[in-house]
């Protein structure tokens, strides 16, 4: 019960009876400069305001028994004197732009410093089959052994494929960008173009030569690629009109079914297909590229072996 006090501690909740004595306390045991006080009137009842009260409690959680005024924002680590400060801060805080908190990022630092640790295996694995590699990769001419890998990208799919190759690609239909793949990146008799390779399928990697080695890229990102170089050199064959037009060796069925494979691929609609749902057809064709290359990679390793 309170006595004849008329002023309390907004922060600690102690009673004095004179306006004086609460600025000492405050001064004393909160370190603060004194600026607002709590009077209570006759009936004991509070008259400081509610934007009073919430901001003594902020101040509250943000020192815990440290009773000095700091502000901390809510999206980092720094602190502040004044809630002008903090408020300014956070107008522009780097964190909050992210959208994520200093924690989140420092989960996101280490998922990717553990990615690190995993590609740096896969390097030094890497380096060491590289003569196997090689092997599948080379070609002798009169007893010499020549490198002769081309840089990906570089490949110029419009010449590396003859009039019966497209065709075969082409009558493939829906299933033409994987025939497309597998006769230019993934065939025995083109080692010079043999320049990706997937050799883990739970780790996003897949490695691209670069003219002087193979180095690790996004698996996904490199497919879509592919998907699209391919898909282009399709269309492109088939639209071209000269004296070799291969547009007209093709059945009106296998046109069709072509020009709908770029629609497929440009649709957002989740695709099921063998009881498995994916994002889109496009995931669905990531998915089976990834797989082609795999497990083509892996007989070549072979071959190269025997």
């Known amino acids: 019960m309170l006595k004849n006090s008329h002023f309390q501690c907004i922060l600690c909740q102690r009673v004095y009876s004179t306006q004086q004595s609460l600025c000492n306390h405050t001064k004393i045991k909160h370190n603060m400069t004194p600026r607002r ?7 004991n009842t509070q008259t400081h305001t509610q934007k009073e009260a919430n901001e003594a409690n902020e101040k509250i959680q943000n020192t815990g028994n440290n009773t000095t005024n700091i502000f901390k924002c809510n999206y980092c680590d720094n602190v502040y004197k004044h809630r002008q400060s903090k408020t300014k801060h956070m107008r522009k805080c780097t964190y909050k732009k992210t959208g994520l908190s200093l924690e989140s990022l ?9 990615k690190n640790i995993e590609l740096e295996k ?18 002798t001419n009169n007893g010499t052994i020549n490198n002769i890998i081309i840089k990906y ?14 065709i075969k690609i082409c009558n493939k239909k829906f299933s033409s960008i994987e025939q497309s793949i597998e006769m230019v990146h993934l065939n025995k008799l083109k080692p010079e173009l043999q320049n990706i390779m997937i050799n883990n399928l739970n780790n996003g990697i897949a490695y691209t030569y670069d003219g002087d080695t193979f180095i690790a ?3 996904n990102t490199v497919i879509e690629d592919m998907i699209e170089a391919h898909l282009d050199n399709i269309e492109m064959i088939i639209n071209q009109e000269n004296d070799n037009n291969i547009r007209n060796k093709l059945d009106q069925n296998t046109i069709k079914k072509l020009e709908e494979l770029r629609e497929r691929l440009d649709d957002e609609e989740k695709f099921k297909i063998n009881n498995k749902t994916y994002d889109n057809y496009k995931s669905y064709k990531i998915n089976q590229i990834k797989l082609l290359i795999y497990n083509c990679i892996k007989k070549l390793k072979n071959v190269g072996r025997d």
């Not at 990208?153 to 497209?166: H, I």
């Open 37 to 43: 006080t709590v009077a209570i009137n006759a009936n």
């Open 153 to 166: 990208g570089d490949e110029d799919l419009s010449k590396v494929l003859s009039t019966d190759e497209m």
């Open 106 to 114: 420092q989960q996101k630092i280490n998922e990717l410093e553990n």
């Open 122 to 139: 896969e390097m030094h694995k890497l380096k060491s089959n590289n003569k196997t590699i090689n092997n599948t990769n080379n070609t």
């Open 217 to 219: 890229q996004d698996r």
